[in-house]
Structure formats: C-alpha cells, structure tokens
C-alpha cells in the first residue's frame, strides 16, 4: 500500500481490491455492539477542510474515531487562514503537532498533491477542485460490488457536471483499472476538453445509454463551480439529463441508481427515483464510513506511516 | 550466530520444507482432532451453548472439522465462526500493514455461549490475547476456552490452552509448519530449521510457522 491517498488513478488494480475486501471487514464493525477498534489507537488524524463538506468531513470523522485514532478537524473558518496562512504554513503547524494523517478537501485541485510533500505523515485527498475524489470513487466502486457482485464487465453511467466533476474523474479511473466500462453522458458544454483521452465513452444521448447501463450514476449540477451559463434553463437540463421515474423504468431489472449527494431532488434526479429500491444513495453513504476506515488502517496501520514495503 | 539445537534430533540443514521433519502424520491430525472433540464435549458436558471460533486461516478449518467430529458424535449441529485478530494485534506498528482475514459470527452471536478459541499453533500468546480483546467487543460469552493443535511453548502473555493436540518442545529457532489439505494438500505437522532470512523477531517466527495466512 502507498503512503498517501492523493488519486483513484495512483491505485494498482490489488490495491484497489485490498481497500474493498478490507472495507467489507471494516462494515462488519458497524454491525457489531461496540463499533470501535483499537487499531490506530495513539495516531493523530487531521480534517483539514478548506471547504465545506459536512458529509465527507463526518465520514472520515467517523472512520477515524471508529479506528480509535484521535481526531482534529482543522476548517479554514475561524481558523489562521481567514487571517492569511497559507497552506505550507499550516501544513508544518499541523506537522508540529505530530499529525499521522491529514485528510485535506482543498478548493484548488492539486493541494493534496502539494500537500504531500510537505509533510511527513500520510495524505489523503478528500475532494481538491474539480480534480478528484478518490474515496468517493471507492466507496462507490464498493457500493456496486456489494449490490451487483462484480465489477468486471460493468456497464457505467456517469450522467450531469462532468465538467466540474471530481467524483466523476476519480470513478474514471478506478473503474478503469477495476475493470468497468464507463460511458459520460452530459450536454456538451459539461463535458471537459481532451475527454477523447479519458478511458471512456461520451454519449449526449441519456435515453440510448440507459438500456444497457448496470449503473446509473448522477452527478450534481455544481452550481457554486459555475461562474457561466453552461445549459438554457434548469427545467431544459431536467427534461434531457434528469433521471425520473419513465426514464428509471428503461433501466434493466438488475441495474442500480447512485449518487454522490448532496443531490438536488427534482433537478439532476427525481424524488421517486432517489427514494426508490434501486436507490444506493444512502448505502453510499454507510460504505463510505468503511470504506475510510480501510483507507485509514491500510495508511496508517503498519509502521512509519504505512510504508510496508 | 548459534543455534540452540534439540539434543534429541539430528539438526536439518537447510530452510525449505523438504528438510523439516515430520511430527504429526495425517492420521495422527485426524485422531488429536478426533480427541480434542471428545475433550471439548466432555468439559462442556456436551454442545449445548457451545460455539467454535477458528483463527483464520487454519484455525477456522480446524474449527470447522472439531465440529464436524462433534456434530457426529452428539447428532446436532455445532455452531462455527471465524475471527480474525489483526485490527487487535498489538505489533501492527510493527509489522505493517496485513490483510484481513473474515471475522463471521454463528447466529446467535457469542452472548451467553461457552466460545471454544481454535487455533493452529499456540506460541507467543499474543495472537490470542488480540482474540480475547475482539471477543469482548462482539458480546459477553459465559465462557472462554482455547483449542489448538500444537502448544510450541515460549509464551510471553499469561495465557495456557484447555484443549491441546500435541505438546511440541521446540526452540525459538525452530518453525512449526501445521497442514491442511484444505490449504496445502494434505494433512500434517512438520518441524523445520526458521527461515532466517525472514527471522527479526518471535513474532515473524511465530507468522513463517503459520505459513501464507493470506491464503
């Protein structure tokens, strides 16, 4: 295993697969009458949230705590960098005080990566930009092998914001090396340049991809991220690109419906749609819990920071 | 760097298998295996309430064969169950970062049951105190004993075994190889010179004698 976690891409295909088998036996924890383990007992892990994220941030809390490690959750509000620390400056604080781990969610794509050099203890990339995600991309991946058995041969939608789209590059890649067919699905405007180089088929045609799709993956509409106009109108995104209950019904029987969250009901994806058996939203959410705790024990549990080899 | 020989037994020379001597056959596995059922019954007076839980990897096979020997002799089923120790090793820090083996608990989980520990070879302890531990955060067992089929001696925790198949004086350079013919073809227990190259601690010892656990 590696000592940090910055990208989905970075992960062989068996390490892919030791985060996955780990994480089942990490969900087995949840089940139990007392979810904690003593693994990372006297390990330090930092939250450095330089944006908002309430879910990923509880996640990796929650992961952590459950590993026993103790936690320090870092948020750029209130704290030295709304007075104009940079980044390296807080880095070797938080190195200072003798962090094993710093999750960082950075607005600039490739922080972590900068990050990473910097410090000694073991990074882990939780959101920089629109660059990647990968433990969403892992949890995801897990979410799939749980509900559909494989990932070999999987047929993949990504649908929505591909543009600004981290989860969507980071599950690119990891279902790549893990063997699944993934197919982008956007208006034009959402699809990023040099696209033809990702390992992925483009579609502009929702309805034609969705009889053969075992996902569907729907990504949010960021918002926030958009500082243009990148389609006429919600309600026109909707009606093309939106996933509801007739679109839901061309999907095969066995087929699955995921998302990221947080999700925009009625826009991206229907109410029925999110609340409906085929839903994994809220596993997700759940897996991702396990998911980081394998991240976590897989970087931190061996000695000096993971590094087994 | 000397050796601590066994005066009794001409030295092998060489680290792979081939030179290690055999202690157990596979009929004498089968026959301990046969006993330690009887012993565990007999303690218990008889399998009400009694839960096997087999170390993997070789310990939950032979968790799962005490019981099959139980089951025949008693005409019910024995509950069986494999945990896995490695978030509760204390040499993590040590030894990196392992795979993990698959904790499944019977139905009706460990509360108020008398859970028999199976394991293949007791050495250090230490693999057992990590069990005891994970046990205790998966329920309150009305009791605790421990089964396995070597006792190589050379504990470093307080902790004795209730069932043992066969007492193997050994010294600590020494490796015990036990195999299963579900993970090695056939059945037996081998005494072999360590393989020094592999040989930092009493722990890497104690992991070169239970072979490939990630298998």
Known sequence: MMRHLLSAGDLSRDEALLVLDTAAEMARVAAAPVKKLPTLRGRTVVNLFFEDSTRTRTSFELAAKRLSADVINFSAKGSAVSKGEGLKDTALTLEAMGADAVVIRHAMSGAPHRLAGWVRGSVVNAGDGTHEHPTQALLDAFTMRSRLGRLEGLQVTLVGDILHSRVARSNVLLLRTLGAEVTLVAPPTLIPVGVEDWPAQVSYDFDRVLPKSDVVMMLRVQRERMGAVYFPSVREYSRRYGLDAARMAMLPPESVVMHPGPMNRGMEIAAEVADSPRSTIVEQVTNGVSVRMAVLYLLLGGAMGGASE | ?215
Do not use: C, W
């Open chain 2, 1 to 215: 760097m000397t050796t601590a020989p066994d005066p009794r037994r001409p030295r092998p020379v060489s680290g792979d298998r081939t030179a290690a001597h055999p202690v157990l056959d596979a009929a004498d596995v089968t026959r301990v295996l046969t006993r330690m059922a009887h012993e565990i019954l007999e303690k218990n007076g008889g399998a009400d309430d009694v839960v096997l839980l087999g170390i993997p990897t070789r310990g939950s096979t032979l968790a799962h064969r005490i019981a099959e020997q139980m089951a025949s002799v008693e005409q019910r089923t024995v509950p069986v169950g494999s945990l896995d120790v490695t978030l509760y090793r204390d040499d993590l820090r040590l030894r990196g970062v392992r795979a993990l083996g698959r904790t499944e608990l019977p139905p009706g989980g460990v509360d108020g049951r008398i859970v028999v520990l199976v394991d293949d070879v007791l050495f250090s302890g230490r693999t057992v105190r990590a069990a005891l531990d994970a046990i205790g955060d998966l329920g309150r067992p009305a009791a605790v004993q421990l089964a396995v089929l070597v006792d190589r001696g050379h504990r470093e925790l307080p902790i004795r075994a209730d069932y043992v198949g066969k007492n193997i004086p050994t010294s600590l350079r020494e490796t015990v190889h036990v195999l299963l013919a579900e993970h090695d073809g056939r059945d037996g227990v081998l005494i072999g010179p360590a393989d020094l190259s592999r040989q930092e601690s009493r722990q890497e010892s104690r992991q070169e004698s239970r072979q490939d656990t990630s298998s």
